[in-house]
């Protein structure tokens, strides 16, 4: 049956039918669009799948660890820096905060070998430093008129602790100054020949050096006519103290990079 409209004009059944479907589809439409952009937040993040977050570490991203075992932490290196940054270098720190074993060796100065120095044990020594401190004095009483020490001092000859290097360097080549003496000068040397011998069979350079010096301050000329030095009246424990500071300068000289003489 047709349906007849209040003005009296019929409706058409297929119109109606039209009506009741497509209106209320074209009606939801606006907020079908809104539910979707929202607020622009949305939309930028559905443009990317989301990472799924495990609860495991993953190696690559871990830097470093730090060590139970030893109490050490590594600080990280440069693994997500910029492609063109160095790597810093990895400092391994104990728990008293300072550096370990491995990194010690690489921050500390330059080792004795590399200084070109000999065996120091002579300077650790108790008495010996608490000879070279009184050596100190003597040598500023005695021989401060022809050395400059600390800086003052005479002109006459070279400053000592050039002097001091110089002899250092020579006790390295006393057996060719043995074998030199030996031939040139017999009688000095089978005068003299027993202690000629034990220095040159003392292994350690400095105890070398101080064997030779207590002959020398007492006669400076024990193994070398043309020596210079006038001969100075030292009391035995001046000696002793004398030469531990000849000894001692002879290595601020080395490491300070005094030049010893030609």
């Avoid at 003005?7 to 479907?21: E, S, Y």
């Avoid at 074998?179 to 000068?185: I, P």
């Avoid at 101080?210 to 000696?239: C, I, R």
């Amino acid at each position: 049956m047709r349906q007849i409209a209040p003005g009296g004009t019929p409706i058409q059944p297929r119109a109606g039918v039209f009506i009741r479907r497509v209106v209320p589809v074209l009606l939801s439409l606006p907020w079908l669009v809104i539910a979707s952009c929202g607020d622009g937040r949305s939309a930028a993040n559905t443009s990317q799948p989301l990472k799924q977050v495990s609860s495991e570490p993953n190696p690559e991203s871990v830097i470093e660890q730090p060590v139970k075992s030893t109490g050490h932490v590594a600080e990280p290196s440069a693994k997500q820096g910029i492609s063109d940054r160095k790597d810093p270098v990895v400092v391994i720190k104990g728990d008293d905060g300072q550096l370990d074993d491995a990194n010690q060796a690489t921050s500390k100065e330059p080792s004795q070998l590399q200084q070109g120095l000999p065996d120091l044990s002579l300077l650790q020594e108790p008495d010996f430093q608490r000879r070279a401190k009184l050596g100190h004095l003597v040598a500023k009483k005695r021989c401060i008129l022809c050395h400059k020490i600390d800086g003052r001092g005479g002109v006459l000859q070279p400053p000592l602790i050039q002097v001091s290097v110089r002899r250092l360097e020579r006790m390295k080549l006393f057996t060719n100054h043995l074998e030199m003496m030996r031939k040139e000068d017999p009688n000095r040397y089978e005068a003299r020949k027993e202690q000629f011998l034990a220095i040159e069979k003392e292994p350690d350079l400095l105890r070398k050096m101080s064997q030779w010096l207590h002959g020398y301050l007492k006669q400076p000329t024990f193994d070398n006519a043309q020596a210079k030095m006038p001969l100075q009246v030292l009391k035995p424990e001046e000696v002793d103290q004398l030469a531990s500071y000849v000894i001692q300068l002879s290595i601020e000289g080395l490491r300070e990079g005094v030049k010893p003489l030609e």
